[in-house]
């Protein structure tokens, strides 16, 4: 393995970690620092595109936890949200270009809330690793919590709340 490949997983990483830092502190502008320009996120089956899109569906899923966190009672006057991601295996196919699949697991105040997987590519934009897809697929829920709750306003069954 070359310097430059070890040099893009860490890079990679390093985004991976901004995300969810930056994301769970609702540090929302750092945030969407982490994805390319011309982005594309996909969750439950839709598509945003560009940075705008991306934070409009970012800035909605905040305030559905915090929505939720009120309905429930949360101690707290922000929720508590923790993303927490393992079991990653990045592909560096080029100085500029990386794929990387994980899974992620989703702490709130009483505990795991839902879980899933994170398929992504990433682009090296001066020097700094950036999201270019991120597909999102929720793989489970636990019932009552807000993964539960979103899965039945999707229609998907089998997640109770």
Request: hydrophobic share 40%; charged share 25%.
């Amino acid at each position: 393995m070359e310097l430059w490949e070890l040099a893009a997983r860490e890079g990679v990483r390093d985004c991976i970690a901004k995300y969810n830092a930056y994301g769970d502190s609702g540090r929302l502008d750092e945030m969407i620092e982490v994805f390319a320009e011309d982005a594309v996120m996909e969750m439950d089956g839709d598509a945003y595109t560009g940075r705008a899109a991306i934070r409009d569906i970012m800035t909605s899923s905040g305030r559905g936890f915090i929505d939720f966190a009120k309905r429930a009672g949360t101690p707290r006057d922000a929720p508590l949200v923790r993303h927490y991601t393992s079991t990653i295996v990045i592909t560096v196919d080029s100085p500029t270009t990386a794929h990387a699949e994980l899974y992620y697991v989703v702490l709130m105040f009483r505990g795991i809330d839902h879980w899933g997987r994170y398929v992504d590519d990433y682009v090296c934009v001066d020097g700094e690793w950036k999201i270019a897809r991120r597909q999102e697929w929720m793989d489970g829920a636990s019932q009552g919590g807000f993964g539960a709750e979103h899965m039945v306003r999707l229609g998907r069954s089998g997640y109770g709340t």
